[in-house]
C-alpha cells in the first residue's frame, strides 16, 4: 500500500485538533498490514476466513479509516467528514457505522481481551487460518486491563493472536524493554523499526507456534 | 441436596451449553467447580481466565463479535461495578447479546464486609441502554428464566441471591403477574422479596403483585394490575428506588402514589449473614410489615 496515498487519505480527514500525532504514528504499521498481512475482503466485511483486526488504541484513527478507505470498505468522500456531525467516521471508530471495523474502541485497555475472546471464539469453531490482530499504543500499556490479558493470552496458547505495540514513546511510565516484557510472560515478542515496510512485513507476517505473537514497531518521538 | 439459585443457574447453562454450539462460558474463578460437565464436553467454548473480571467480560465480548451467545458469570460487585465499563462499551455499546450471572446480591457475602456488598448492582446495570435485568426469586425461575432467555440477542443481567422464596412463581421475562387482588394499594414484590412480602401482608388489605424482572417493567402489566388510583409500594432486594423511574413512567398517567422500600442507601459497616442484615434493615418480613403498613397509613 503507497504510503504517500495514505498520507495523503489520511490528511483529508485530520485537522489541527484531530489527534494527528496519534493518528500518524501508527500509519505505516496499518498500511502493512492492509497492505499486505491481512486477508480481507472489503466486498464482505464479514467473510468468515478473514482475518481480524482490531484497533485497541482506537483514537487518532484517521491513518485507520485511511487504509479501509484505500482498500475500499468506503469511499474517499467520506473521510472530510471525520469527526464532523452526520459521519460514520468519528474520533473513535465504531463498528455500527464503519464497514471492517472490528471493533468500537476508545477507552483505552479494551482491545485486547476482545481480541482474546475473538481468538478464542475462531478456536472453538476450528477456524484455523484467520488470525487475530491487535494493535495497541505504548502508553495504552499503562491500563492495567491490558496486563490481564498480557498474563492470559500466552496461558491459553493463543497463536492466532498477534499484538502490536506501536511506541511511539508516549508512554509517562518506564516500559522498556517492552519485547523483554512480553517475552517474560510467554508472548513471542520482537521489536523492529516502525516506519520500517520490509521489517514490518516481516514481523507481521510471522506466525509462532504454541503461543501468541508481539510486535513492538519503535516509532520516532515526533509526527511528521 | 437442594438447588440454590447460584447452582442452578450453572446446571442450566451446562444443560443448554450441552445442545447449542452457540453459547460461550466465560468464568473468572468464580463457581468453575459448577461447569464442570461445560468443561468436559467441549473446553473450547469454556474458558476460566483466572480472577480478572474486565478482561472475563472483554473475553465474552469477544466470542459475541464471532457470532456467539456468551455467558459471563462471577461475584456481582465484580462484575456490576469493577468491569461495569467492560459491560458498557464491549458489550453495550456494540449491541452484542450476552447473559451475565452475578452472584452475592446485596449482603449475600456481608461477613465479608463492605468490599463484597452489591446492593447498587442493578442501578449500575441499569445506566446501560436496553440492558434486561432479570431477578429472579426462585431456582425454578432462574432455570425457566435462562431457557427462554440465553442465546436471544439480547444483553442480560441476571442477579441471583443466596435467600429464595419458598415456592417459584411462574413469571416470564418481562412479566408482572398479578397474585393477590385487594383493597386499593399494591406491593410489587421484585424477585426473592416476595416470600417475605406474602408473610408481611398476609392479613393485609393489599393487592401483591410480582416481577423477576427488573428491566424493562412491563408498564402496560403494571398498570393494569395497579388499578385507576393506585398507591403503589415497591419491595426491591437492592437500593430503595432502584426502579423509581420505571414504575413512576409507567404509571404516569393517572394519579399515583408510591412508596419504594428496599436496601436503605447508606454504608453498612456491620459483619454478618444475608438474614442478619436483611433484619436490621428492616428487609425481613417484620421489618416489611412496618414499613408497608406506615406506607399505607
Redesign the interface.
Known amino acids: 500500500m503507497d504510503r504517500q496515498e495514505i498520507v495523503r487519505l489520511a490528511a483529508l480527514a485530520t485537522g489541527d485538533e484531530k489527534h494527528e500525532a496519534s493518528s500518524y504514528s501508527t500509519l505505516d504499521v496499518l498500511a502493512v498490514l492492509y497492505g499486505e498481512v491481512l486477508r480481507v475482503d472489503p466486498a464482505r466485511p464479514g467473510w468468515p476466513e478473514r482475518d481480524r483486526f482490531i484497533l485497541s488504541k482506537g483514537h487518532g484513527p484517521a491513518a485507520f479509516y485511511a487504509v479501509l478507505c484505500r482498500r475500499g470498505f468506503f469511499p474517499e468522500s467520506w473521510l472530510p467528514g471525520f469527526m464532523t456531525w452526520g459521519s460514520p467516521l468519528g474520533g473513535h471508530p465504531d463498528r455500527t457505522l464503519v464497514p471492517g471495523v472490528e471493533a468500537s474502541t476508545g477507552s483505552l485497555g479494551h482491545g485486547l481481551a476482545l481480541a482474546v475472546g475473538t481468538a478464542l471464539a475462531l478456536r472453538a469453531r476450528d477456524v484455523q487460518e484467520p488470525r487475530v490482530v491487535v494493535l495497541t499504543g505504548d502508553a495504552e500499556l499503562n491500563e492495567g486491563s491490558n496486563w490481564e490479558s498480557i498474563l492470559l493470552a500466552p496461558q491459553l496458547g493463543l497463536d492466532n493472536l498477534t499484538l502490536v505495540v506501536v511506541d511511539n514513546h508516549s508512554s509517562s511510565l518506564l516500559l522498556t524493554p517492552l519485547d523483554g516484557k512480553l517475552g517474560a510472560f510467554g508472548w513471542d515478542a520482537r521489536t523492529v523499526p516502525g516506519r520500517d515496510h520490509a521489517a514490518l512485513r516481516d514481523a507481521l507476517g510471522r506466525r509462532p507456534s504454541d503461543a501468541p505473537g508481539a510486535v513492538v514497531a519503535d516509532v520516532p518521538v515526533d509526527p511528521e | 441436596m437442594t438447588a440454590t439459585m447460584r447452582s442452578q443457574a450453572a446446571a442450566t447453562v451446562c444443560e443448554l451449553f450441552a445442545r447449542d454450539d452457540r453459547i460461550?462460558v466465560?468464568l473468572s474463578e468464580i463457581s468453575v467447580e459448577h461447569f464442570g460437565p461445560a468443561f468436559a464436553h467441549?473446553p473450547?467454548?469454556i474458558?476460566n481466565?483466572?480472577i480478572?473480571e474486565?478482561?472475563m467480560?472483554?473475553?465474552?465480548?469477544?466470542?459475541?463479535?464471532?457470532?456467539?451467545h456468551?455467558v459471563a458469570h462471577t461475584i456481582s460487585p465484580f462484575l456490576a461495578e469493577r468491569a461495569l465499563?467492560?459491560v458498557k462499551?464491549?458489550l453495550g455499546?456494540?449491541?452484542l447479546g450476552a447473559t451475565l450471572i452475578g452472584t452475592g446480591g446485596s449482603f449475600d457475602y456481608g461477613v465479608e464486609g463492605t468490599t463484597h456488598h452489591a446492593p447498587g448492582d442493578v442501578q449500575a446495570m441499569l445506566t446501560i441502554p436496553g440492558m434486561r435485568v432479570l431477578v429472579p426469586g426462585h431456582p425454578d425461575e432462574v432455570d425457566a428464566l435462562l431457557r427462554t432467555t440465553v442465546g436471544d440477542g439480547a444483553l442480560t443481567y441476571m442477579r441471583l441471591q443466596v435467600v429464595h422464596n419458598p415456592e417459584p412463581v411462574a413469571a416470564a421475562a418481562g412479566e408482572v403477574r398479578p397474585l393477590r387482588s385487594a383493597g386499593s394499594a399494591a406491593v410489587l414484590a421484585i424477585g426473592p422479596m416476595l416470600g417475605r412480602v406474602l408473610e408481611a401482608t398476609a392479613d393485609m388489605d393489599v393487592s401483591v403483585l410480582y416481577t423477576a424482572t427488573a428491566a424493562p417493567i412491563d408498564a402496560q402489566a403494571l398498570r393494569a394490575a395497579a388499578g385507576d388510583a393506585p398507591r403503589l409500594i415497591t419491595v426491591e432486594p437492592f437500593h430503595e428506588g432502584t426502579l423509581a423511574a420505571q414504575v413512576v413512567a409507567a404509571l404516569a398517567d393517572r394519579p399515583a402514589q408510591f412508596e419504594f422500600v428496599g436496601v436503605p442507601r447508606r454504608l453498612v459497616r456491620e459483619y454478618g449473614s444475608p438474614q442478619e442484615h436483611d433484619r436490621a434493615l428492616g428487609l425481613d418480613a417484620a421489618g416489611l410489615r412496618q414499613r408497608i403498613a406506615g406506607a399505607l397509613a
Not at chain 2, 467480560?57 to 456467539?68: K, P, T
Open positions: 460461550a466465560v467441549d473450547r467454548r474458558v481466565v483466572g480478572m474486565p478482561t467480560v472483554g473475553v465474552a465480548a469477544g466470542f459475541a463479535m464471532e457470532g456467539f456468551p465499563e467492560q462499551l464491549d455499546n456494540q449491541e
